[in-house]
């Protein structure tokens, strides 16, 4: 009975260091990304501390970041993964994430909001938010990032 125990603690183990060895592979893209994009920023930009980090897949794909400049000053950097071409704005020039929500909920009532995550869409920083209607289709809406502006809808039925 010992011996059971014993072999089911030891496969367990393996299991688990498998998990921990995968995942931390998987993650190295994405670390690496990271480091690169945030160097980008603090030389082309102001900014100075990175508070957030995250991929956006598009039309292109870009790296944003969130944090602050010299003047402590909440900014958001997006940068073109393949360019480096390097769009900087300050959060209080733009849209907040319930602000551009709320666009959308002014012409539209979806079922379900899904996500609401900063993009680019055509050289211009965005708001993308994906909705669920009530026949479970998946819509898309792209909201510019400075005027509200909704700028492209993609409903899906």
Do not use: C
């Not at 959060?91 to 002014?106: F, P, V």
């Not at 995550?117 to 965005?126: I, K, S, T």
């Amino acid at each position: 009975m010992k011996k059971w125990i014993w072999i089911i603690i030891v496969v367990f183990l393996i299991g688990l260091a498998v998990s921990i060895n995968t995942y931390f592979k998987a993650m190295k893209p994405v670390k690496s990304a990271r480091e690169m994009a945030e160097e980008i920023a603090k030389n082309e930009t102001d900014l100075k501390n990175m508070d957030s980090f995250q991929l956006y897949n598009g039309k292109e794909s870009y790296y944003i970041l969130e944090g602050k400049n010299d003047d402590n000053e909440d900014i958001i950097v997006w940068i073109n993964e393949k360019t480096h071409q390097v769009t900087e704005k300050r959060k209080k020039d733009g849209l907040t994430k319930q602000e551009a929500l709320n666009i959308l909920l002014s012409k539209q009532t979806p079922e379900k909001v899904n996500a609401v995550r900063l993009g680019m869409y055509d050289g211009l920083p965005v708001w993308e938010i994906f909705s669920h209607t009530d026949k479970d289709s998946i819509n898309y809406h792209w909201i510019d990032f400075e005027t509200g502006e909704i700028l492209l809808t993609i409903e899906n039925y």
